[in-house]
């Protein structure tokens, strides 16, 4: 039981990489839309590569979207809607008619008779206003020339000129009594129709909805049927509108009735095959070409995160609407990569999620396409992000990749630009403006992950922040040195390169450790007076050596990322205190070597082997007497052969040309510091 736990305990790496592995494409399989894949591959405008096709089974062809619309709009603009006429408002109009009457038309200016008269022609002119009802200005009005108009619960159809209208009234009014020639009492007419007349036709909303749902229902989503084994495309014949039509109706009739209960098993299967093999694909590239990510579980954790967010944020966009398939910003997984990693990676990781989602997309070659392309673009263009204009440039140039290319798909498709979506250009568009996110996205990424970008880094090089201003105050001497050091390594590493900025933060921070005791340092010495002379060589090498330690320990107490610890642990690597070593060894000849010896690690990267050579080298020549260039090219190699002889490279990714190439700049650097001026004359 030991034995196997033990087991467990050291392999638990591995372990973790398979579970992951595992639930990933069990996420990604999820994730997929529930359905079969049609096998075969088509596009309108190009030829069929395959046999001739026939029926397989009897199915019907079903109306484009465009087509569906259409149909929907003519029923829209034909159909009748329903209008209220309410009598009660007739009523109670004829009843105020009567009353305000003889206040309008006194008896005083009116004989009786002409009263009789005038009231008779009001009331058929009240008559003729509501024989149809008058609609309100504001009232809602078919698009139909035709309505029905509900009156007494019977439906009568008239046309909308039959309906008065508000604005209407005194035209009528003028045009009734000029009919009667009384034209010379309209003034009056007008006044009490004013006060009196109301509207009393009102919509039928719900009646209306309704009816015009129920016609669009009869709208039939085909038309047309294909029996079996009728010839549907021939080899080499052109896919264009009819044929089209018909291959996406067999295409949508084969993917939903695929999906069946004894099928959906091994399909399932067959999208868990394929999406291992290309997770699969990935962990061999990791542990071929990038074994030190491999070996970093939260960095194998952060890349596969990445890849089921681009591929879960697509299957959502996908189903709510695959029009919008192109808004999610699909880019920013290369650029966010590449941050953190290396473009090679980016880019490989980046085509692998686009074929993953080529399972899900409609138009998989043009998405394939189109994305593979912005990818490259990505991570040809992106660099330097902690410069706020890269990023506007880069995206802008994505952008445009994805117009262009959408652009010249349409031309091959359709052979004109009759029918182009101008909106699409608005999703690529808002794909540009999300993919902007990446910056917050970065730093969100950095919290959760413990990861380092270049704008952190640009951060951290900063010599007015708290722990370098600290340094510069307690150690003035190792903050001098410091910024030396970090001057030399940076222009080393963008001689060979490596990643210049990553040199120049953890040459600030190396010897951070130095604050504690800084007078025990020869660089911040002001005076004659050396404490290591009233020490035991032993005691003295130990306070030295724990400038490493104690600097790791207030790197982590002032959270700093551990790819910059990293330069604090392996600056010195396992070399000696060789002076304080000497010292003893001059003493007592059985002096154990290991007492002189720092920790460790040795430096496992490029950019932590530049700051070994660049600290010995800047701290040892100080002692320079004469630093002539021939001093300085033998200074240079006894320091760094002495490195190379102690196997303090041996675990870095570094050649034997780029080290050359390092001590060269070493040695130029080195002759301009110490160039002597002309001695001008008194």
């Known amino acids: 039981m030991e034995d196997s736990l033990n087991k467990v305990y050291r392999n638990q790496s591995l372990i973790y990489k398979y579970v992951l592995y595992f639930v990933t494409i069990g996420c990604i399989v999820f994730f997929f839309p529930k359905g079969g894949k049609f096998k075969y591959e088509f596009q309108k405008g190009k030829p069929w590569q395959y046999e001739n096709l026939y029926a397989p089974f009897d199915f019907s062809i079903k109306k484009t979207s465009e087509e569906l619309a259409e149909e929907r709009k003519a029923i ?200 291992a093999l290309v997770l699969m694909m990935l962990f061999f590239f990791l542990k071929k070409y990038r074994p030190a990510i491999y070996r970093n579980n939260v960095k194998v954790t952060f890349i596969f995160f990445n890849i089921l967010l681009m591929v879960f944020l697509t299957t959502l966009v996908v189903k709510y609407n695959e029009a919008y398939v192109f808004v999610v910003p699909l880019c920013i997984l290369p650029l966010i990569l590449k941050t953190f990693f290396d473009a090679r990676l980016g880019l490989f990781v980046h085509v692998l999620t686009v074929l993953i989602l080529g399972f899900v997309v409609p138009n998989s070659f043009e998405y394939i396409f189109l994305q593979i392309i912005a990818g490259i673009v990505t991570i040809l263009t992106v660099s330097e992000l902690y410069k706020r204009a890269n990023l506007f440039i880069s995206v802008g140039q994505i952008t445009l990749i994805y117009i262009v290319g959408y652009f010249a798909f349409h031309i091959i498709h359709e052979g004109n630009l009759d029918n182009i979506h101008w909106f699409t250009f608005g999703f690529f568009l808002l794909n540009g403006m999300i993919t902007l996110f990446a910056q917050p996205l970065i730093y969100i990424y950095e919290k959760i992950f413990g990861m380092v970008s270049d704008v952190s880094l640009l951060e951290l090089s900063d010599t007015n922040s708290k722990l370098l201003k600290e340094l510069s105050n307690k150690a003035p001497g190792t903050f001098h040195h410091s910024l030396q050091v970090a001057n030399l390594a940076e222009a080393a590493a963008n001689a060979i390169g490596a990643n210049a900025m990553l040199v120049r933060v953890g040459a600030l921070y190396h010897d951070i450790g130095k604050m504690n005791n800084p007078t025990y340092f020869t660089e911040n010495q002001v005076t004659n007076v050396n404490p290591h002379d009233d020490l035991d060589p032993k005691d003295s090498a130990k306070i030295i050596i724990a400038h490493v330690i104690e600097g790791i320990e207030m790197a982590q107490k002032n959270k700093l990322p551990d790819r910059v610890i990293d330069f604090i642990r392996t600056h010195h690597g396992t070399t000696r205190v060789y002076y304080f070593y000497k010292k003893e060894l001059d003493k007592n000849p059985e002096t154990d070597e290991a007492d002189f010896q720092y920790p460790g690690p040795i430096p496992f990267s490029k950019e932590t082997a530049i700051l070994m050579m660049s600290d010995s080298v800047e701290a040892a020549s100080k002692s320079l007497v004469n630093p002539t260039y021939p001093v300085i090219e033998a200074f240079v190699e006894k320091i760094v052969s002495g490195q190379m002889k102690a196997n303090q490279f041996l675990n870095a990714n570094i050649t034997f040309k780029e080290i050359e190439t390092v001590k060269k700049v070493l040695k130029q650097k080195l002759t301009n510091i110490y160039h002597l001026r002309i001695e001008y004359p008194e």
């Not at 309008?104 to 058929?124: H, I, K, N, P, W």
């Not at 007419?189 to 509207?199: G, M, R, T, Y």
């Not at 749902?213 to 294909?226: A, C």
Request: charged share 30%.
């Open 76 to 275: 829209e603009g034909q159909q009748m809607a329903y209008y209220n006429y309410d009598d009660l408002v007739v009523q109670e109009v004829t009843q105020e008619f009567r009353e305000k009457f003889t206040t309008t038309f006194t008896s005083d200016r009116f004989s009786a008779g002409e009263r009789r008269r005038l009231e008779r022609v009001g009331m058929e002119i009240l008559n003729e206003l509501y024989k149809n009802g008058i609609l309100q200005n504001s009232e809602e009005i078919s698009n139909s020339d035709r309505i029905y108009l509900i009156k007494n619960n019977e439906a009568r159809r008239i046309t909308k000129n039959d309906l008065q209208n508000i604005s209407q009234i005194d035209a009528t009014i003028q045009e009734q009594l000029r009919s009667r020639r009384m034209g010379v009492y309209y003034s009056l007419f007008q006044e009490l129709f004013f006060n009196i007349v109301k509207p009393n036709v009102t919509i039928a909303a719900d009646l209306s909805k309704m009816e015009l749902e129920d016609e669009l229902s009869k709208i039939s989503l085909t038309r047309g049927n294909v029996d079996e084994g009728k010839l549907i495309i021939a080899k080499g014949e052109v896919v264009e509108a009819e044929n089209l039509k018909i291959l996406n109706s067999l295409k949508s009739e084969f993917e939903s009735t695929l999906w069946t209960a004894n099928n959906q098993y091994f399909i399932l299967f067959g999208y868990t095959v394929l999406v």
